[in-house]
């Protein structure tokens, strides 16, 4: 190959292959950074795992040596220029196809989120230009959503932080989640409170403190805003 489309001269590697039909380059464009302080050392370790897969097979599969983490990282870029509404439906699509990848004969009806009908006009009602009339005590379109456990869109993973009760951890195997990614404990954790918190019904609920659901007869929930970090809490449930 004469040159890489660009001005510059082939060297070896990557920048020596033939471009074939891909996508031509707008050099306008620039890439927006990684949102973690690895970014720099990400890139270049799959620089090297690139340069190294093409020395061995000129025809390797880029993608497949892309790790789930840096996957994860470029999904929150993307996110961060989108619209609320439009944030629900890239996450909705990312988690049908991951279920897809685990399971390729699933029935994506029955992995489709039940809430997202629900979820989906309450995003478009608050980006509207022209949303309908509401009462005084309702939130109103420009402070955004009023429901607060559309919050959850955002967290990506969960971790327990004290051992659960054999009554908390019969009652979330009821929800198993989606299985985005079948090898890593958080992500199905967080899936899996998800599902609890949206199907529970809400006791209190404030659209910007927190809100509280019922598991069952013996269990509340109660999820609060991150800058609490008492998570021992529990006397404003009593």
Known sequence: MAGDGLGNKPKSGLDSLSMGDS???DEAVQAPSLPTAKAVQWNRELMLNFQKA????PAADLMSLVPASYCRAHEK??????SYAAQINLRTVKELHDGLKNEPEIDLLSAFPKNYARRIRMA???????????KEDIQKPNQGPSEFRTRLDIADTARIIF???EEAKALLAQYPGIPSNSNNAEYLLASSLKQLIWNSPKIWESPVRGV????????????ITQENEDYT???SLQ
Request: aromatic share 4%.
């Open 54 to 57: 093409l020395d061995e097979n």
């Open 163 to 165: 051992r659960l009760s």
């Open 233 to 235: 809490e529990y006397t």
């Open 77 to 82: 870029v993307q996110y961060r220029e989108l």
């Open 23 to 25: 996508p031509a380059v």
């Open 124 to 134: 478009t009602a608050v980006s509207s230009s022209k949303p309908p009339a509401i």
């Open 212 to 223: 509280v659901v019922r598991g069952n007869d013996g269990i509340v929930v109660k999820v």
